[in-house]
Every structure is written in C-alpha cells, then in structure tokens.
C-alpha cells in the first residue's frame, strides 16, 4: 500500500519560495507518477505540477508555469515541488498523489491517481 505524506507548507509573502516535499512509502519512487494539486477555499481542487519516472514527462498548469519547478529524488523516494514568486492566489492546501498504472506518463488528471497524502497549507499573505 502506497502512503504519502506532504510537508514544507507555511506561511510566507508574496514574491516569496517554499519548497514542498512529498514522502512516499510502500512503492518505488521510480514504480510512481507524481502529481500535486491543490484546493483553495471554496474552489476545486486544481493540477498545479506532474511528473512521471521518464525524461521528460514533466508539466505546470499554466497558473504556475516558469513558477513552480517539480523534481524528484529517488534514493530519498521523495518528490519536491519548489515554489517561486508566490502570489496571495497561490494559497490553498495542497496534495501529492501517486498514480502505478502508468508511472511513465504523467498526468494534471485527478481520477489519474490513486494514492493520496492528507496535504500541507501554503498560506501566502503579508
């Protein structure tokens, strides 16, 4: 069984950086698509970043792209989501997901995943 668990969410300013991890456990990072989404208050949940285990299959939304820079660690079986130029928009809680059946190819999709972590808060105010 797939477990994930998100971290690195907070507080902090608009044109500020966090980086999110996403910690998996009971699989292989290279076995996994990865996906972050996120919900703000109010609103749907929303594809920010996915990766799969190829070269290559790597995509943004367009609400983050040449923002927000997704990479993966296999020896640490973790995934990062680094978050640049944060913007008030930007908050909401979000999720890492992880997807076995097609592990090559990713996707911004929600029924594409089948494993998900509780989520972290990314908060982004002065």
């Known amino acids: 069984q797939v477990q994930i668990v998100e971290s690195g969410g907070g507080l902090v300013q608009p044109g500020g950086s966090l980086t999110l991890s996403c910690y998996v456990s009971?699989?292989?990072?290279?076995?996994?698509?990865i996906g972050w989404f996120r919900q703000a208050p109010g609103k749907e949940r929303e594809g920010v970043s996915c990766s799969g285990n190829g070269d290559g299959y790597t995509f943004y939304s367009d609400s983050v792209k040449a923002r927000f820079t997704i990479s993966r660690d296999n020896a640490k079986n973790t995934v990062y989501l680094q978050m640049n130029s944060l913007k008030p928009e930007d908050t909401a809680v979000y999720y890492c997901a992880a997807d076995q059946s097609y592990p090559q190819i990713a996707s911004l999709r929600e029924d594409r995943y089948d494993y998900w972590g509780p989520g972290t808060q990314v908060t982004v105010s002065s």
């Open positions: 009971g699989s292989t990072l290279d076995e996994l698509a």
